[in-house]
């Protein structure tokens, strides 16, 4: 009972001990707030993620993935289909982007995404990410007439003829302006072209002779009558944004370089054993902006059937995105599923697995944080140590009184014990409080730390996030003010000992 | 008790006295190291550090003999006074009496049970229950008002439980005895608000509290000025009257000393007679007191 008293009465009357328990408090609040944030990141990159990416992948066949979709899909249905909300079927491969800008031709490459665009909104977000869409209809990559219309502005503005670059001719040939157009595209310098693209048409090293791209072979190949399609029946693609944006460092307000209805040209992967470059150009239709920059740096949707026709690989598909209608269930999906396609020929893998790489990164970059703050906290442990020291010293006298009334050396032990329990506890308690409130405000405190420092802390710039993401986990917030009461306490336990020992006489002598 | 008694016999040269002391010192020897560590148990650094001195010449401390076979026997009643010079050794001698420090030899007796070997659990019980300690520095608890402080043994002795049932007794009782030591005006005070004596005041109600059968006064009138101090002896005294409080008293002051039942005078480390009293309480064997 005294105990509690006394830890009671310590406590309103030590100023200096709660002095130092502001460290823990202080450490308590630091790693609640960056826990909230780091969860937040990681929650909010994931989503991301899966959105993009849907929830189990069956992936087959390379670039050039696997016939039979249907058939495919089918023997899904049949094995899981009670788990299955939604899947469509995609075409992934890389390509490059060339895009006109003030007369430079810039050439990116990208990842091309052939999708459905009603398969992939059931399977995932795609509508969300998609900067012009708005409604609840799902995307479409089909070119509406105000758009085609400032396309034929386009193209008039730069003399081209749709032929130039979609012929036969010029399909063999690469970017081979010098030949004609020269004189038509009018404002390049034509010796600095020249050059340059003298340079680009180096003898390929693994160019192994002209029979290798006859004429007649590339006449014969399936979609050659698509290649020739008129400039109106171009097609849509929606680009990534961060490739044709950017942000003006004053105003801070993005700025599309290439509007929609701008043309744009695709270099892409042939299909077959020996794969050609295939040659078309596409209409931006809208811009893909999903806040992950990796993403939106490369990744260029198109509807999946003009990239079947134009790579020429009929209704095959690279993988199956699946959306689950629990996701509880993926590990039983996959598993399932990796009995009837054979592993060396499919990959099936959750989203998480896919992205293993970069989620356990966040992962360790959030444990090592906490590790890191649970030492400054330990540090703080040690001032408690040094601040109980001194109050034993202090109270030597009283322990003496106490003894003499017949406290055990236990009882003793327990008050010193209590007092740093309860210490730590006020610490802890406070520093919750501090770092939720913190967390729940963050957005008006970095607004207004970034007037007083005059420097952005959080660079919207990076993620494209408009507020910074918080989760708060209440059994991590629960297990900080835990671990930090539990170092008060073991800060505690030593001068505590040492206050048990102290000998009654001459704790009573004690000036 | 019987068993006590058959200890007592056992004791070589024991008195045959018709009332049984209450408390009864046989041979006690008590010598202190200056400059030792103040911790019971001493870490096997300090030990380390021990071993290193005495090599060097024992740097660890002298040893200071301060007891050199102490005698004594305290009837029930009895308000025992204890004189001598400062330094004489009377507050060891004290502490030892109350279990607050053992002695290097000698036994002590209470009540039939000897008392200075005890495991340490029931020493701290019986320094609870049994005995009273007045010091002369009034040790109350400064975090703790008078009333609080009065009521700390009763806190110590029970749990939380205990303490909410019987808290109202026990201020009760707290309240009665402030009122019989003069301090019921001063009940929620903190000790530092207090005048020497209402300190000492507030001391002896806490020694009080738990109703103990021996209250061991180590100088308490010595930071007093006289007229204070006299009150409360009269009050010390006033309570060994009226309600047969044994006490033991250390005091350096032969006036204060005069109004004691019996006193000795601890004199090179043995008890002796004080000379010029009028009545020879005697703790050797031979001149049992009665």
């Given at each position: 009972?005294?105990?509690?008293?006394?830890?009671?009465?310590?406590?309103?009357?030590?100023r200096?001990?709660?002095a130092?328990v502001?460290?823990v408090?202080?450490?308590?609040?630091?790693?609640?707030?960056?826990n909230?944030?780091?969860?937040?990141?990681?929650?909010?990159?994931?989503?991301?993620?899966?959105g993009?990416?849907?929830d189990?992948?069956?992936e087959?066949?390379?670039?050039?993935?696997?016939?039979?979709?249907?058939?495919h899909?089918a023997?899904?249905?049949?094995?899981?289909?009670?788990?299955?909300?939604?899947?469509?079927?995609?075409?992934e491969?890389?390509?490059?982007?060339?895009?006109?800008?003030?007369n430079?031709t810039?050439?990116?490459?990208?990842?091309i995404?052939g999708?459905?665009?009603?398969?992939k909104?059931r399977?995932?977000e795609?509508?969300?990410?998609?900067l012009?869409?708005?409604?609840?209809?799902?995307?479409?990559?089909d070119?509406?007439?105000?758009?085609?219309?400032?396309e034929?502005?386009?193209?008039?503005?730069?003399?081209?003829?749709?032929?130039?670059?979609d012929?036969?001719?010029?399909?063999l040939?690469?970017?081979?302006?010098?030949?004609?157009?020269?004189?038509?595209?009018?404002?390049?310098?034509?010796a600095?072209?020249q050059?340059?693209t003298?340079?680009y048409?180096?003898?390929?090293?693994?160019d192994?002779?002209?029979?290798?791209?006859?004429a007649?072979?590339?006449?014969?190949?399936?979609?050659?009558?698509?290649?020739?399609?008129?400039?109106?029946?171009?097609?849509?693609?929606?680009?990534?944004?961060l490739?044709?944006?950017?942000?003006d460092?004053?105003?801070?307000?993005?700025?599309?370089?290439?509007?929609?209805g701008?043309?744009?040209?695709?270099?892409v992967?042939?299909?077959?054993k020996?794969p050609?470059?295939?040659?078309?150009?596409?209409?931006?239709?809208?811009?893909?902006?999903?806040g992950?920059?990796?993403y939106?740096?490369?990744?260029?949707?198109?509807?999946?059937?003009?990239l079947?026709?134009?790579?020429g690989?009929?209704d095959?598909?690279?993988?199956?995105?699946?959306?689950?209608?629990?996701?509880?269930?993926?590990?039983?999906?996959v598993?399932?599923?990796?009995?009837?396609?054979?592993?060396?020929?499919?990959?099936?893998?959750?989203?998480?697995?896919?992205?293993g790489?970069?989620l356990?990164?966040?992962?360790?970059?959030r444990?090592?944080?906490?590790?890191?703050?649970?030492?400054?906290?330990?540090?703080?442990?040690?001032?408690?140590?040094?601040?109980?020291s001194?109050?034993?010293?202090?109270?030597?006298?009283?322990?003496?009184?106490?003894?003499?009334?017949?406290?055990?050396?236990?009882?003793?032990?327990?008050?010193f014990?209590g007092?740093?329990l309860?210490?730590?506890?006020?610490?802890?308690?406070?520093?919750?409080?501090?770092?939720l409130q913190?967390?729940?405000?963050?957005?008006?405190?970095?607004?207004?730390?970034?007037?007083?420092?005059?420097?952005?802390?959080?660079?919207r710039?990076?993620y494209?996030?408009?507020?910074?993401?918080?989760?708060?986990?209440p059994?991590?917030?629960a297990?900080?003010?835990?671990?930090?009461?539990m170092?008060?306490?073991?800060?505690?336990?030593?001068?505590?000992?040492r206050?048990?020992?102290?000998?009654?006489?001459?704790?009573?002598?004690?000036? | 008790?019987?068993?006590?008694?058959?200890?007592?016999?056992?004791?070589?040269?024991a008195p045959?006295?018709?009332?049984?002391?209450?408390?009864?010192?046989?041979?006690?020897?008590?010598?202190?190291?200056?400059?030792?560590w103040?911790?019971?148990?001493?870490?096997?650094?300090?030990?380390?550090?021990d071993?290193?001195?005495?090599?060097?010449?024992?740097?660890?401390?002298?040893?200071?003999?301060?007891?050199?076979?102490?005698?004594?026997e305290?009837?029930?009643?009895e308000?025992?006074?204890?004189?001598?010079q400062?330094?004489?050794?009377?507050?060891?001698?004290?502490?030892?009496?109350?279990?607050?420090?053992?002695p290097?030899?000698?036994?002590?007796w209470?009540?039939?049970?000897r008392?200075?070997r005890?495991?340490?659990?029931?020493?701290?019980?019986?320094r609870?229950?049994?005995?009273?300690?007045v010091?002369?520095?009034?040790?109350?608890?400064?975090?703790?008002?008078?009333?609080?402080?009065?009521?700390?043994?009763?806190?110590?002795?029970?749990g939380?439980?205990?303490?909410?049932r019987?808290?109202?007794?026990?201020?009760?009782?707290?309240?009665?005895l402030?009122?019989r030591?003069?301090?019921?005006?001063?009940?929620?005070?903190?000790p530092?608000?207090?005048?020497?004596?209402?300190?000492?005041?507030?001391?002896i109600?806490?020694?009080?509290i738990?109703?103990?059968?021996?209250?061991?006064?180590d100088e308490?009138t010595?930071?007093?000025?006289?007229?204070?101090?006299?009150?409360?002896?009269?009050?010390?005294?006033?309570?060994?009257?009226?309600?047969?409080?044994?006490?033991i008293?250390?005091?350096?002051?032969?006036?204060?000393?005069?109004?004691?039942?019996?006193?000795?005078?601890?004199?090179?480390?043995?008890?002796?007679?004080?000379?010029?009293?009028?009545q020879?309480?005697?703790?050797?064997?031979?001149q049992?007191?009665?």
């Amino acid at each position: 009972m005294y105990k509690l008293l006394l830890v009671y009465k310590y406590l309103l009357s030590r100023r200096i001990a709660l002095a130092s328990v502001l460290s823990v408090t202080l450490g308590v609040a630091t790693l609640v707030v960056v826990n909230a944030v780091m969860t937040g990141f990681a929650t909010e990159m994931r989503e991301r993620i899966r959105g993009i990416l849907s929830d189990i992948v069956v992936e087959g066949g390379g670039i050039d993935g696997f016939p039979d979709v249907a058939g495919h899909m089918a023997r899904i249905e049949r094995a899981v289909g009670d788990k299955i909300a939604a899947m469509t079927p995609v075409v992934e491969t890389f390509g490059l982007l060339s895009i006109d800008y003030m007369n430079q031709t810039q050439t990116i490459w990208v990842k091309i995404i052939g999708v459905d665009p009603v398969g992939k909104t059931r399977v995932g977000e795609f509508a969300e990410h998609l900067l012009y869409h708005r409604g609840p209809q799902p995307p479409s990559f089909d070119v509406p007439a105000p758009l085609r219309e400032i396309e034929r502005v386009f193209l008039q503005r730069e003399g081209l003829v749709p032929d130039d670059w979609d012929s036969p001719s010029a399909r063999l040939l690469p970017p081979q302006p010098v030949t004609s157009p020269s004189a038509v595209r009018g404002g390049v310098a034509p010796a600095e072209h020249q050059q340059q693209t003298d340079g680009y048409l180096d003898p390929n090293p693994f160019d192994d002779g002209p029979e290798t791209e006859p004429a007649g072979a590339a006449a014969t190949d399936a979609p050659l009558d698509f290649d020739h399609a008129p400039a109106d029946a171009s097609m849509g693609i929606v680009v990534p944004y961060l490739a044709v944006a950017y942000r003006d460092p004053v105003t801070k307000q993005d700025r599309i370089l290439l509007p929609r209805g701008c043309p744009v040209r695709l270099v892409v992967p042939g299909s077959g054993k020996r794969p050609r470059p295939r040659f078309a150009r596409f209409v931006i239709v809208d811009y893909f902006k999903s806040g992950m920059s990796e993403y939106d740096q490369t990744n260029c949707y198109v509807h999946i059937d003009d990239l079947r026709r134009l790579r020429g690989m009929g209704d095959r598909a690279t993988s199956i995105q699946i959306k689950l209608k629990d996701y509880a269930d993926a590990p039983y999906v996959v598993r399932t599923l990796r009995q009837i396609f054979p592993p060396g020929l499919y990959r099936i893998a959750t989203w998480e697995e896919l992205q293993g790489p970069l989620l356990a990164a966040v992962d360790t970059e959030r444990r090592i944080l906490t590790l890191l703050l649970f030492l400054i906290i330990a540090v703080a442990g040690f001032g408690i140590l040094a601040i109980f020291s001194l109050i034993v010293v202090e109270k030597t006298r009283d322990i003496g009184i106490l003894k003499a009334l017949g406290a055990s050396d236990a009882g003793i032990q327990g008050i010193f014990l209590g007092y740093g329990l309860a210490l730590g506890a006020v610490g802890s308690a406070v520093g919750t409080f501090l770092g939720l409130q913190i967390v729940w405000n963050i957005d008006r405190i970095e607004h207004w730390m970034s007037v007083w420092t005059g420097r952005e802390i959080f660079d919207r710039n990076l993620y494209y996030f408009d507020r910074i993401p918080t989760v708060v986990e209440p059994q991590t917030v629960a297990l900080v003010a835990f671990g930090a009461t539990m170092i008060a306490l073991l800060a505690s336990v030593w001068p505590a000992r040492r206050a048990a020992r102290l000998r009654t006489v001459e704790a009573l002598r004690h000036e | 008790m019987s068993e006590a008694a058959l200890r007592w016999q056992a004791v070589p040269s024991a008195p045959a006295t018709a009332a049984e002391p209450l408390l009864r010192a046989i041979g006690l020897v008590k010598s202190y190291r200056q400059g030792a560590w103040p911790t019971r148990r001493r870490s096997l650094l300090r030990r380390g550090l021990d071993l290193l001195g005495r090599l060097r010449d024992g740097a660890d401390g002298i040893e200071v003999p301060v007891l050199l076979g102490v005698d004594l026997e305290v009837q029930p009643g009895e308000f025992l006074c204890i004189v001598g010079q400062s330094g004489s050794g009377k507050s060891t001698l004290l502490h030892l009496l109350g279990t607050l420090d053992q002695p290097d030899t000698g036994e002590i007796w209470f009540e039939g049970r000897r008392i200075d070997r005890m495991p340490p659990r029931a020493r701290d019980r019986l320094r609870n229950e049994a005995f009273g300690f007045v010091f002369q520095l009034y040790h109350l608890l400064p975090e703790l008002t008078v009333l609080e402080n009065v009521v700390l043994p009763l806190y110590v002795r029970y749990g939380l439980l205990q303490y909410w049932r019987y808290r109202r007794v026990w201020y009760q009782h707290a309240r009665v005895l402030l009122e019989r030591v003069g301090l019921e005006h001063r009940l929620h005070h903190k000790p530092r608000q207090l005048s020497g004596g209402e300190m000492q005041r507030a001391a002896i109600a806490r020694a009080l509290i738990a109703d103990p059968t021996l209250l061991f006064a180590d100088e308490p009138t010595g930071n007093l000025d006289p007229a204070t101090g006299l009150e409360i002896l009269e009050l010390l005294l006033a309570l060994n009257r009226e309600q047969g409080l044994t006490v033991i008293m250390v005091t350096h002051d032969r006036e204060l000393a005069a109004l004691a039942d019996r006193r000795l005078r601890l004199h090179a480390g043995r008890l002796v007679p004080e000379p010029d009293g009028p009545q020879l309480g005697v703790a050797s064997p031979a001149q049992p007191t009665g």
